[in-house]
């Protein structure tokens, strides 16, 4: 069951799918390990598996279908303007499957991250496991940004790596990777929740410094430099 605290965070999450991203943030946060408050789960797909997981931990949803709106723009002002009022002071995009509207990114400059699974600069968009395979790579990871009006483009916070295994396939590759993907993601929210990480001026400064290579998680899955 859900708890708040008038201190905790206030994030709100944007899935369309699974939502095994967003189950990690609210384990992590039924756990004690994540200072924040998850005070909406919102979705472009009413049936998203996401939006169940949020209402069995008692948390506030909303499903909002594209084709009502007349426009991205339009679809895109409504979200925010519900993810507003829900207060969050961060969105967490956690397997969002759609580009939102410049303008509407530019109204919540370093308060939108997004969690992709490539090392970007590396595979933007989609079929990222299989893009490494095709190429040869002999690593890959996920990565987790500050949101720009670039597809996958913002600054890189940090990154997870695997190695690639001679014989992996698409699937086995994801699934290794997801696990670390959760534990990424949930130590950028805690960073970010603590006040240790920050946007400004298109990079992302960690404990006030400017970082240069993607942060990378420890064994006890805080943020370190690189
Ligand atoms: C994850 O691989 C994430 O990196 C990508 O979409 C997938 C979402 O998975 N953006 P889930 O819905 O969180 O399980």
Redesign the pocket.
Known sequence: MATSSPQAFPVAVL??????????LIDAREAGRLPVDIVLVASDKAHA??LRHAEAHAIATLALDPKSFASRREFDEALFSNVAASGAQLVV?????RIIDADVTAQWPGRII????SLLPKYRGLHTHRRALEAGDLEHG?SVHFVSAELDGGPVIAQARIAIHPGDTEDAL?AR??SR??RLLVACVDAIARGKVHEHDGRVLFDGAPVSTPLRLDASGHLVTA
């Open positions: 899935a369309s799918g699974r939502g095994s991203n967003l189950a990690a598996p996401a995009l956690a397997g969002y499957m997004n969690i992709h699974p996920a994801a990777l997801l993907e959760h």
